[in-house]
C-alpha cells in the first residue's frame, strides 16, 4: 500500500511564495505580489469595459455625466468592440502558435530535426481531408497535409474544414446563425475591421463576431496546433510526472521551459537526454540535468515525456526566486516582461527564441526548423556551465510537490476505457460506458476547467476548491492550461486522489485507473475537449447542449480565455467564468453574453466571482441538464 494522500493546501503554497518573496526583497525586485499593490484599485472605468481608445478623439469614458463618446459610441457600442477586440487577440495568439506547428510539419523531412512521430494521426488526417496516401512516401503526405493545413489561415473561399468534425446539429445552428467560421485570418481582420472608429456600433453584431472569432480559433487555429503538434511530438497517452516548485532540484542543472509551442521545449529535451549532455552537466559537479516546464509548455512536454511541472502562470517568478535556476527558455505567450530583470538579480540565463516574444534583457536566439538543434545545444550547454555561478545565499526550493497522472488525450482517455471497460463489451475505441456511468448516475456530469490564475481572485484557490466539490459530488474533471497545473500542485492528478471523490467517481477511478481531474494539455488543447464532447454527444445520440457538461474558467486573465469562452460557448456548453469579463458598463453586452447566446446557441456565460456561489451554480446546472434529459 502506498503512503496516506494528502493534498497541499493554498496555505501551503501561499507560505511558500511568501519565504519566496523574501529572497526578492533580499536581491531587491518587485514580484507580482507588489505590482497588485500598486495597481489597486483598478480604474473602474477600464474595468467595466467603457473607455474607448479606438481613435485619436479618445480616448472616451463613459460616465453617468458622458454618456456617449465624441463619435456618439454608447457604453453598449464601447464594451462591446473592446470584448469583440480580446477575443480577436486571443485567437490570433492561439491560431499563430498552430499555424507555428503546421509550418514545423511543411518543414519536416527524414533527416532534419523536426519528423512525423504519430504517422498514424497523419494519415487519418490525410484521408480526412482526401489526400492520397495509397504507395506515397511519408513526407511527401507531411508536406501536403501540412500546405492544406496552412491554406485554412488564409483560404479565399469557403468555411473552416475541421468544422467538419463537429455535429451535424452545430455546423446547422452556426451556418443559420451566419457564424461559421471563414479563414482563421479571415474572421481576426474582420473583428478588427468591425471595431475600427465608425463601423459597427451595434452590441449583437459584435458578440456575433465574438463567438465567430472563436470559433475560428477552437474549431481551426487552435485545433491545427493540436493536431500538427500530435503528429509531430506524438499523441499523448496516460503517463505518471510529478508538480508544483519542489521538482527543481539542488544537485541538478535545472533548465525552465515556459511558453506555449512544443518546437523549442521538444528540442530542448530532446538535447538534455544525450548521454554526451549528461556527462557535460556531471562534469561542473552537477547529478544531471533536470528539465521542469511553466504554464502550457509544462503542460506539452509532461504529456508526452513526462516532464516535471514547476507550476501555473503566478508562479513564473516564483521558479526563479528559488535560485537554483540556470537557463529559463522561452518561446511565447504568458511570459512575464518582469522575468528579465529577475533573472539579472540571479545567475539565471534567460533566453528568448520567437521573433514574437522579444524581451529586454534577454539572449534572443531565433529558433528555425533548419537550426532547431543547434540553439537548443548552445542553451542546454551554457546552462551546465552556469551551474558553479550560483549564489548559495539566494537558494530556497520550496519541498511540496505531488505525483501527477497525465497524458489524457481523447485517444488517452479511450485508451483507459477500452483497457478495463470496453473490453467486456466487445467494442473498442468508444465512449459507451463512460456515458453508461453518466446515465446511471455514477458520474453526475463532467467539468472542464481551464485558464490562467488572476490576482483578482485568490490565486488557485479558486481552482483548487471548486475541483475538490465537484469530484466530491461524483463530478468528473477534464483540466487543461493553468487550471491543470493548479489540479497538479494540489495533488489532484495524483491517482490517490480518487479518495477524495463521491463513492461513484471514487469506484469509476478504481476501476479505470485513473485520476479524477484529467490533465488534456494545454489551452490549444480545449479542441481536444470539443472533440471529446463531440464523440459523447454523437455516441450517446443526444445533442452538445443537452449534455451534462459545462466549462469552468474560475481564473482566467489572457485574450486568449475570451477566444476559449466563445468558442465553447459556441460549441454549446454552458461556461462559468469567476472573472468579470470586462463588459459590466453595458447592461445590453451583459445580457447578451448570458442569455443573449443561449437563444443563438444553447449557451451562455454564468458569471460570478465568489467560488462558493460559482460551484454550487456549476452542481445546479449539471443536476438541471440531468433532469432535462430525464436521467
Ligand atoms: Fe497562459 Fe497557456 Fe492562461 Fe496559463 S492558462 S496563463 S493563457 S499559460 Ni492557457
Ligand atoms: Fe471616442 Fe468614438 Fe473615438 Fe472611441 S471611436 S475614442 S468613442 S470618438
Redesign the pocket.
Known sequence: MSEEFVSTSVEQMEADAERLHLTAEQVGIDTWQDRVKNQTPHCKIGESGVC?????????RITPKSP??????TAD??AG?NYLRMAAGGASAHSDHGRECVWKLYDATEDGYYHVTDATKLLNLAKEWNIPTEGRDMYDIAHEVAEAGLNEYGKIKGYQRWTERATEERREVWNELGILPRAVDREVVTAMHMTH??CTADAEALVKQSLRTGLADGWGGSMAGTEFSDILYGTPMPKETEGNLGVLDKEMVNIICHGHDPAVSEMIVLVSETKEMQAYARSFGAKGINIVGLCCTANEIAMRHGVKMAGNFLQQENALLTGVVEAIVVDVQCIFPNIGPLSECFHTKFYTTSPIARIPYSEYLQLTSENAKEVATTIVKSACENFKNRDESKIFIPEHKHKASVGYSCEGIRSRLDTVTNSHLDELDTYKPLIECVRSGVIRGAVAMVGCNNPKVRPDYSHIEIMKKLIENDIVIVATGCAAQAASKAGLLDKRAKVLCGEGLRRVCTLADIPPVLHMGSCVDISRMMMLVTGIAKDWGIKTTELPVVGCAPEWMSEKAVSIANYVVATGIDTYLGIDPLVGGSEQMMNLITNGTKDWVGAGYVINTDPDELVKAIIEGIEKKRDALGI
Open positions: 474607448c481608445r479606438i481613435c485619436a478623439m479618445g480616448p472616451c456617449k463618446g465624441i463619435c456618439g459610441a457600442t464601447i468592440r472608429m465608425g
